[in-house]
C-alpha cells in the first residue's frame, strides 16, 4: 500500500529535476528582460515626483494680478502652435502655476506651458519625447511598439513560471533550520552564499513580484485583446476601458491630455482633419465654456490632476475628467458647455468590479494607490528582481562546464506527471503566450533540437528526453 501510495504521488507531482530544468530555461531567457523592466518600473515608481522636478520651473512664477481667463490662456496657445486643436486644459491647482493646454498638431500631442497671468507661452513639447513618457515606454514595449509589448508579455508569462517553478524549488524538504529558507547563510563559503541570496531573496518577494507580473498584463497588447474577449464572452465588457493595450497606449499624463479617448477633438482656431473630411465645415466651439466649466467644477474637490476636453462633433457636452494616479479616486463628469451644468459624474463605484479590480491594482503596480509606502514596497520589490538575476546568473556562470549551457542534465525517462499537466494546461490558457511559446519550444526540441548531436549536448538533452 505504502508503495502504491508513492507511485501515486510521484506521478502527480512532477520530478525536480525536471521543474529544474523548466526553471532553468525560464531564467535563462527571462534575467535580461526582468532586469530592464525592473529598472525602468523602480523609475516610474517616482514619476509623479520626476515630472514635478522637470517641471518645477513653470510652478512658481511671479504673478502680481488677476490671472487671464482659461479661453486667453488657450488662445495664446492655439495662436503660438499653428495649425493644432484644443486636446485639454489642466485645471490649475495654484495661481503662480503655468497653464497647461494640450493641443494636437498634425496627430502629435504638444504640451503647452502657458504664463497664467500674462499668456505668454513659456515652452512647448511634444508628448512623446518627455522623459517619463520614455520611460513608460520602455517598461511597457521596449521602445518597439505592438511587438515590444508582445516580447514583454511573453517574458512576463516564462517569469510567472520561473517564480512558480523556483518556489517548488525552495520548498524546505531536508532543511535543518531556516539557514537557506528565510535568511542566507553568510559563513558557508561563496557557493552556498549566492544560492542563498538566490532562493532567499526569491520567497520574500515572490508575492509582489507576482503581483507586479499580473496586474501588468490588462497593459499587454496580446493578453489584454484576449482579456477583452473574454469580457465580451462572458457579458462583462464595458463600453470603453480606461486603459489601452495597444502600441498607441497612453501614460496618466497622456490620458489627461485627452490625447487617449478624447483624441480627435476640434476648436475655434483649428480642426481635425483626421476626424472630418476637407469638405465638411467643423463647426467652431466656444472656448468661453472653458471658464464656465471651471466655475461647476471648481467646488468638487476633484483628486489632481483635472483636466477638461473639449465636445465631440455636434455636441456641447464638454468632459471633466480627474486623471490622479491613484485610480480609484478618478471620476468623470459630463458638463453642458451652454450652462456649465453637470449632467453626469462617473466615479469607481459606478465601474464594473472587474474595472475596480484592475484600476486597484494598476495604481498599486504603479506605486501609487497607498502613497510612499507603496512606491518603497515597489522598489524593494525590483531591487529583489534584479538580485534574483544577478544571483541567478552568477550561480549559472560558476556551475556550467565548458562547452556547453549548463542545463540540469535531463532525465532519460521523466515520469508523466498528471499535476504537471493540469498546471501547466492551466497557466497556458491563462497566459496564452506561454502556452504558443511552449508548445513551439517543445516541437523544436523534438523534431530538430534532438536530432542534432552538437546541439543535444550543448542543451544537455538525451535522444529520448524532454524538456
Avoid at 501609487?368 to 514596497?377: D, E, S, V, Y
Wanted: net charge positive; with cysteine; aromatic share 10%.
Amino acid at each position: 500500500m505504502n508503495g502504491m501510495n508513492r507511485l501515486s504521488s510521484n506521478e502527480f507531482w512532477p520530478d525536480q529535476r525536471t521543474v529544474w530544468r523548466w526553471h532553468f530555461y525560464a531564467g535563462i531567457f527571462c534575467m535580461p528582460f526582468v532586469v530592464v523592466l525592473s529598472i525602468s518600473g523602480a523609475i516610474y515608481l517616482f514619476k509623479t515626483e520626476i515630472e514635478s522636478w522637470n517641471e518645477r520651473a513653470f510652478d512658481r512664477l511671479v504673478v502680481e494680478g488677476q490671472p487671464a481667463s482659461a479661453k486667453d490662456q488657450i488662445q495664446a496657445a492655439l495662436t503660438a502652435v499653428t495649425n493644432s486643436s484644443l486636446e485639454g486644459y489642466e485645471i490649475q491647482s495654484s495661481s503662480t502655476r503655468a497653464a497647461r493646454v494640450i493641443l494636437k498638431q498634425a496627430g502629435e500631442a504638444i504640451r503647452v506651458y502657458v504664463h497664467p497671468e500674462s499668456c505668454e507661452v513659456l515652452q512647448s513639447s511634444q508628448e512623446s519625447q518627455r522623459f517619463m513618457r520614455t520611460v513608460f515606454r520602455l517598461h511597457g514595449e521596449l521602445l518597439m511598439g505592438d511587438r515590444g509589448s508582445m516580447i514583454v508579455e511573453l517574458a512576463a508569462s516564462w517569469t510567472i513560471i520561473m517564480i512558480l517553478t523556483g518556489l517548488f524549488l525552495w520548498w524546505p524538504r531536508h532543511s535543518q533550520g531556516l539557514g537557506g529558507v528565510l535568511f542566507p547563510r553568510l559563513n558557508s563559503g561563496k557557493r552556498i552564499v549566492w544560492r542563498d541570496m538566490h532562493a532567499v531573496t526569491g520567497i520574500w518577494i515572490s508575492f509582489f513580484a507576482m503581483f507586479l507580473l499580473v496586474s501588468g498584463l490588462p497593459w499587454a497588447k496580446f493578453w489584454g485583446e484576449y482579456f477583452k474577449t473574454v469580457r465580451r464572452i462572458t457579458g462583462t465588457a464595458v463600453a470603453q476601458q480606461e486603459w489601452s493595450n495597444s502600441g498607441e497606449r497612453i501614460d496618466n499624463r497622456q490620458e489627461s491630455s485627452g490625447s487617449g479617448e478624447h483624441a480627435g477633438h476640434t476648436n475655434r482656431s483649428a480642426r481635425s482633419v483626421r476626424d472630418t473630411p476637407d469638405n465638411v465645415e467643423t463647426p467652431p466651439i466656444d472656448l468661453d465654456a472653458i471658464d464656465r466649466i471651471i466655475s461647476s467644477v471648481s467646488l468638487l474637490n476633484l483628486a489632481s490632476p483635472v483636466v477638461i476636453s473639449p465636445p465631440k462633433e455636434n455636441s456641447q457636452t464638454w468632459t471633466v475628467k480627474s486623471m490622479t494616479p491613484n485610480r480609484p479616486w478618478r471620476e468623470t463628469l459630463s458638463v453642458d458647455g451652454d450652462t456649465g451644468a453637470i449632467t453626469s459624474r462617473n466615479g469607481f463605484r459606478d465601474k464594473h468590479w472587474i474595472d475596480q479590480v484592475i484600476a486597484v491594482g494598476t495604481a498599486a503596480h504603479e506605486g501609487r494607490l497607498f502613497g510612499a509606502i507603496n512606491q518603497f514596497i515597489g522598489l524593494l520589490t525590483a531591487a529583489g528582481l534584479v538580485m534574483l538575476s544577478t544571483s541567478g546568473f552568477v550561480l549559472w556562470w560558476k556551475r556550467r562546464n565548458p562547452g556547453v549551457l549548463g542545463a540540469p542534465k535531463a532525465i532519460e525517462s521523466p515520469c508523466r506527471s498528471l499535476g504537471l499537466l493540469v498546471i501547466v494546461v492551466t497557466l497556458g490558457i491563462a497566459l496564452p503566450l506561454f502556452g504558443a511559446s511552449l508548445v513551439a519550444v517543445l516541437l523544436l526540441e523534438k523534431l530538430l533540437l534532438r536530432r542534432i548531436a552538437p546541439v543535444r549536448t550543448w542543451l544537455g538533452l538525451n535522444e529520448s528526453s524532454r524538456i
